[in-house]
């Protein structure tokens, strides 16, 4: 600054009273509602709504956008940013998209500092209160070492095909959901490695580096369809809303769910091994955001609160599943493959029909929550009875 | 040494087993990737960005959102305890808190684009590391717009006028100087190559520019009785040094390839003059015209910021790579001292498409003008001591600045390369006005260096400016069909005072009788000079 004493104008008494003889008796205007233009949606704005919503600068051609006019800058061709042509699916007003979870960055970053400091608390006391001693051995070099740490490149890969869906999506509060649903998966696969750092510390004979789960997943049979998923996902999906859909809504919530929660969470605790599952219980935490906010887009507000053009985003949305819901049937069915190398066998747990229960509540559950809603008829025993036979 | 120092020494070299830093997570990144047949970038680049290229920070996803909320909580903490018990929104100086309507919203309009820009990155990026920088941008971006947003919404709340803070994003759709932002933040940052979005977003307008927007902005704002401002905006600006790093790296990632690396040079001028084009004359506006206590003058302010530290210092980092200063700077720098009074000139001409109170500068201020930039007052001074004896303040005059400079030849035209409306017989900067036709329109250039990056591209700058969107709309009926009505239904938010009394209404803004027209047609496309 140049002057050798910088004046602050709010203490400083002589400019305080010039600006408050300036000020009014009564305010200039009455109405203090934030952006008052904004249509409501299903639901009030939230403060947090209010405050990004319309924030894009976008161009009238796309639906629900304040805008007049167009972008001012395009890319090599002529294609503008922003574009609608970047998914097949339509709304009448893209704006209109509210994430059920309604985080916005402050409620965002608390709750994860909150979970990273419990995820520290938890991993000390468990190496401190000598939890280590129950771990069973194979499954920490087998499964752990191995299985676990391949699902980091699951993670790592959807997370990766978050870049083209933010980029893509039309509006201001898609766009915040979206990449927080893809900071989540960038996160859980740090959480894995971080337990798996935590392994190499408490066990001295734990790898940490990922050189046999980089192989389990580039070149094992239990991973191998998921693989093919993630990458095709990630490098040759150009749709975003496809992406979304075909992420949260199909895959994570049939072949991630049962992974996360019917195999490591549940079989973990047969192991002596009490880690996993509080490391595991925020990924899950984390879908069940996801899968809620994909369900606000695709199922509300592209569907059922879509005036016009709901049936057309309904097949697009069916043949979508049809699409993916076969792989993500092989990538299960592969998966089970796993259960061989499970070395703590209980019965009613890792038994066929232990396991087939699981896969019936995962499969129940996702055609309750997506199929159903977009009438996507599918046979759920030939889809059991196919998953199974990889057991 | 202390025992606590050597305690944590000690701890360092043998950690507790049952804790895991950050740094021993963050090592394994660059392995979280694999390689696979169609693994390409969707938005590929022109540039060999390297798989093997590492990210200054390092930083995982915990560890961020550790750093970001105690700022969150900081700043939050300031505004909604603090500042709200001091009645802090109303202890601002009107002028500064009416320009802050539109800086706060076009910062928004920056940063929301660099969510998409990064994005861009995080995509064609093939290190882990990066990706990781690059994610954690998009997410402060985020922030950003969160953060600029609620400097408006907070003025909304407290501030006596919350007219144009609450609702800008509706009233910027006919704000000339608003395209000006889009081109050079909406989609400089985003609509092109990827490598020349992380140049326009990170190499220029985060190096160079947000030392002179956001450090400077909080100094004015603090000398203008605005503490809300600086709790914001210096949040902010503690990511933007991560930002910077990641500008650097994207360099780093691309430099050993000679082959791909001979685009750079061209690259950085343009997103160079591209980002000064607005921000230069914009900022200046905002500072001096804005505000009632001044600090420096911008074109000191520029000249450290801008020439010393950035072209100079920041630029010399990067010599190695062969890299050099802009061919542009010399006109850039004649723009620091000329090119915002260029504009001011025309903010106030066209004030009622602004939604801003805005006032003509008083005799305080004009001798602080001719002072620091000489010549300024025969130039611009004695238009305004016209405009303010023909009744520029008076709601029942009729006049108007646009209509007087039309009056006399002086045509207003829009630089079809930066989006910004300039005045080419008005002008102390560096114009150089060229007009030309293609395809059968008629485009308008304020300088050759954007006139160039047209003729280079034109189909990547084809747009309808402010004239060919409204031709043929009658003043007060566009801003009305903008919002830019108070809720008694007819005082304009905008106005040409900072009083509260004779306020400017639809029917005054009719008497002015302006029909907005096209200056390309009516002069036929060549300037009375």
């Known amino acids: ?391 | 040494m202390g025992n606590n120092t050597a305690v944590k020494q000690a701890l360092k070299a043998n950690p507790v087993p049952s804790s895991v830093d950050p740094q021993e997570v963050h090592k394994w990144l660059q392995d979280f990737t694999w390689d696979f047949k169609s693994k390409t970038a969707k938005y590929p680049t022109k540039y060999d960005m390297d798989v093997n290229t590492r990210e200054q920070f390092k930083l995982t996803a915990k560890e961020y959102a550790r750093m970001e909320s105690s700022k969150e909580e900081r700043q939050y903490g300031t505004l909604l305890d603090g500042l709200d018990r001091l009645d802090a929104g109303n202890k601002v100086h009107p002028k500064w808190g009416e320009v802050m309507k539109l800086v706060a919203n076009f910062l928004e309009t920056g940063e929301y684009g660099a969510i998409s820009g990064s994005a861009l990155l995080w995509d064609t990026a093939q290190s882990p590391e990066q990706r990781n920088g690059y994610l954690a941008q998009v997410i402060d971006e985020i922030r950003h717009v969160n953060q600029t947003a609620y400097v408006n919404y907070y003025y909304g709340k407290h501030y006596y006028d919350p007219a144009g803070h609450t609702n800008m994003r509706q009233l910027r759709a006919i704000n000339p100087l608003y395209p000006g932002v889009k081109r050079a933040f909406g989609e400089g940052f985003l609509a092109g190559d990827a490598v020349e979005s992380s140049i326009n977003l990170q190499l220029v307008a985060e190096a160079c520019f947000t030392n002179p927007l956001i450090v400077s902005l909080t100094e004015w704002a603090a000398a203008n009785g605005d503490e809300i401002t600086p709790t914001v905006f210096l949040s902010i600006e503690t990511d933007e040094l991560r930002h910077m790093a990641n500008g650097y790296q994207t360099i780093v990632s691309i430099m050993n390839n000679p082959e791909t690396m001979k685009y750079l040079q061209t690259d950085l001028d343009n997103a160079f003059w591209t980002q000064h084009k607005f921000l230069t004359p914009f900022v200046g506006v905002a500072l001096e015209y804005g505000s009632k206590y001044k600090v420096e003058p911008w074109v000191k302010s520029w000249n450290r910021w801008v020439y010393e530290d950035w072209a100079g210092i920041w630029l010399g980092r990067l010599q190695q790579f062969g890299v050099k200063s802009p061919k542009c700077l010399p006109d850039a720098k004649k723009d620091a001292v000329w090119a915002h009074h260029d504009l001011a000139l025309l903010a106030l001409a066209l004030w009622p498409l602004t939604g801003i109170r805005m006032e003509l500068p008083d005799q305080q201020a004009m001798e602080w003008f001719e002072a620091n930039y000489p010549g300024w007052y025969n130039h611009y001074g004695k238009i305004y001591d016209e405009w303010r004896a023909a009744g520029f303040e008076d709601p029942k005059s009729g006049f108007c600045g646009a209509l007087w400079l039309m009056e006399r030849g002086h045509g207003i035209f829009v630089d079809h390369a930066s989006g910004l409306p300039f005045c080419p017989s008005l002008a102390k900067s560096s114009v150089n006005a060229r007009f030309a036709e293609y395809n059968g329109k008629r485009y308008s250039f304020s300088e050759p260096h954007g006139e160039r990056q047209w003729l280079l591209e034109p189909e990547r700058y084809e747009f309808q400016n402010f004239f060919e969107q409204f031709e043929g709309w009658e003043l007060s009926d566009l801003v009305k069909a903008a919002g830019g009505v108070r809720s008694d239904g007819k005082t304009l938010m905008a106005q040409p005072h900072l009083r509260d009394t004779d306020m400017w209404t639809l029917d005054d803004l009719k008497r002015i009788n302006l029909t907005i027209p096209d200056p390309m047609k009516i002069l036929n496309w060549q300037p009375i000079q």
């Open chain 1, 1 to 391: 600054m140049s002057s050798n004493v910088f004046i602050r104008g709010m203490v400083d008494p002589e400019r305080q009273a010039q600006i408050q003889a300036l000020v009014p008796k009564a305010p200039l205007e009455t109405k203090r509602d934030h952006i008052p233009f904004a249509k409501r949606g299903w639901r009030r704005l939230t403060e947090y709504e209010a405050v990004m919503l319309h924030a894009q600068n976008s161009l009238d051609a796309i639906p629900g956008s304040q805008e007049v006019g167009e972008t001012v800058q395009k890319w090599p061709g002529g294609r503008g940013s922003y574009s609608i042509e970047s998914t097949a699916a339509i709304s009448s007003n893209w704006f209109n998209f509210r994430d059920p979870s309604k985080r916005w960055f402050q409620p965002y970053v608390k709750q994860k500092t909150e979970e990273g400091q419990t995820a520290e608390r938890a991993m000390k006391a468990w190496v401190e209160g000598g939890d280590t001693g129950m771990m069973n051995t194979a499954w920490l070099n087998q499964i752990l070492s191995k299985h676990y740490g391949a699902m980091i490149f699951n993670e790592y890969g959807l997370f990766s095909a978050h870049s083209t869906t933010t980029y893509g999506a039309l509006s201001d509060l898609l766009k915040t959901w979206i990449s927080q649903a893809a900071f989540d998966k960038n996160d859980a696969g740090q959480m894995i490695q971080m337990q798996r750092v935590l392994l190499g510390k408490a066990f001295p004979g734990f790898d940490p580096s990922l050189v046999e789960a980089k192989q389990a997943w580039t070149q094992g049979e239990v991973w191998k369809p998921a693989r093919e998923f993630v990458e095709h996902i990630w490098a040759d999906t150009y749709d975003w809303v496809e992406q979304l859909w075909a992420m949260h809504a199909v895959y994570d919530h049939i072949f991630g769910q049962f992974v996360r929660r019917e195999f490591f969470q549940r079989i973990a605790g047969l192991h002596g091994d009490t880690l996993t599952p509080v490391i595991q219980f925020q990924a899950l935490t984390y879908h069940q955001q996801a899968a809620d906010g994909v369900s606000a887009f695709c199922l509300k507000h592209l569907i059922d609160d879509e005036p016009v053009y709901g049936q057309h985003n309904r097949r697009y949305l069916h043949a979508w599943t049809g699409k993916y819901l076969p792989q993500v049937e092989k990538a299960l069915k592969a998966f089970l493959a796993i259960y061989k190398e499970v070395p703590v066998k209980v019965d009613g747990v890792t038994c066929r029909a232990g396991v087939q229960a699981g896969v019936e509540r995962v499969v129940n559950g996702w055609a309750d929550r997506f199929a159903e809603p977009i009438g996507y008829k599918f046979n759920r025993n030939a889809f059991v009875k196919n998953v199974m036979a990889g057991y």
